[in-house]
């Protein structure tokens, strides 16, 4: 169901935002009302969840559709767009490439940048093999038009990024790549924090680093 490739159907795509919201839920890489999930349509469309809504408990019709400019195009009475819909838009104005965008609020990852510290993509090799480095944008107030412009320099470059004190951002192909990249980043901050609690953190060797930075180049980039 997430792992959808064109051509595909509104209903299907619903179906798969429901999953989706579900797995992050039951993972805890949101909570309450928090996040939100979008997929673009084979026409060019955005079906994203509402504002105010548990993403654990999402309906089929809970689903807003609306264009690029964030015009909403269809929805049920009672449902709000996000505010944070211009930073879903941002990523596929971007990336062509995006059909998925998924923001979280993982609890490890989030924990990072309230620290202050950088996600430590060197201690783990399948994050330098298949994310690399995964940027911290700058701060940026909730439900704002900063949303969208603190992550537009890292598009381009980036399949994943933290939000400062805001949670995450991961995108891709379908809604399965976006939770996996959302499902890895948070694996990894939790080790983090984890071998932190237990003394030094031992990090990939440098020679390694580069082995698997040029394997990651040559089967993983998009």
Avoid at 95 to 124: M, Q, S
Avoid at 150 to 155: N, T, Y
Avoid at 156 to 170: C, D
Wanted: charged content about 25%; some cysteine; hydrophobic content about 40%.
């Amino acid at each position: 169901m997430l792992n959808f490739s064109s051509p595909i159907n509104e209903a299907d795509l619903r179906r798969a935002i429901v999953e989706c919201g579900r797995v992050a839920y039951e993972r805890h890489l949101v909570t309450s009302n928090d996040g939100n999930i979008s997929v673009r349509m084979d026409d060019g469309r955005v079906l994203i969840t509402p504002s105010g809504i548990s993403k654990g408990r999402l309906s089929l019709d809970d689903m807003l559709v609306v264009d690029l400019d964030g015009n909403v195009l269809a929805s049920r009475p009672d449902r709000k767009p996000s505010s944070e819909t211009p930073m879903h838009l941002e990523v596929y104005k971007q990336r062509e490439d995006a059909r998925a965008v998924l923001h979280a609020h993982p609890i490890f990852a989030t924990t990072l940048t309230v620290a202050g510290l950088e996600f430590p993509n060197d201690v783990l090799p399948e994050v330098l093999l298949t994310l690399g480095d995964v940027p911290v944008t700058e701060y940026a107030t909730p439900s704002s038009h900063e949303d969208a412009e603190v992550i537009r320099p890292f598009l381009k470059t980036h399949n994943a990024m933290l939000l400062r004190q805001h949670g995450s951002l991961t995108y891709g192909k379908n809604l399965d790549e976006a939770l996996i990249h959302l499902e890895r980043i948070e694996h990894v901050a939790e080790i983090f924090w984890r071998a932190k609690t237990l003394g030094e953190v031992k990090r990939v060797p440098p020679e390694a680093q580069a082995k698997l930075i040029e394997l990651r180049e040559k089967f993983f980039s998009r």
